[in-house]
């Protein structure tokens, strides 16, 4: 059964940094380009990041130089470093299997004072 887990969201405050973890079960990431998408209320959804499986990666200009996408095949697990985060960064972050309708549930992540 193929799951991908979402952790690492919450509350931080304007400049704040989060890490965002997705656990994969029941494939392997390392056979995928992996990518975070986010969606903000009354939003569509938006891609923010992508890592291909040589490395190369992808971004949304809005998060260049603050959002880092990084992968662990050992640990079949993609994480999504997010530093100087903004209020319009407000979001359920969902990590994806590019191509495939593999998705996590998805994270929710608040940028208030």
């Known amino acids: 059964q193929v799951q991908l887990v979402e952790s690492g969201g919450g509350l931080v405050q304007p400049g704040g940094s989060l890490r965002l973890s997705c656990a994969a079960s029941g494939f392997t990431i390392s056979d995928y380009a992996m990518e975070w998408c986010r969606q903000a209320p009354g939003k569509q959804r938006e891609f923010v990041a992508r890592?291909?499986?040589?490395?190369?990666?992808n971004y949304l200009d809005s998060v260049k130089g603050r959002f880092t996408i990084s992968r662990d095949n050992a640990k079949n697990t993609v994480y999504l470093q997010m530093n100087s985060l903004k209020p319009e960064d407000t979001a359920v972050y969902y990590c994806h299997a590019f191509t495939t309708n593999y998705w996590g549930q998805g994270t929710q992540v608040t940028v208030s004072s």
């Open positions: 890592i291909y499986r040589g490395g190369t990666t």
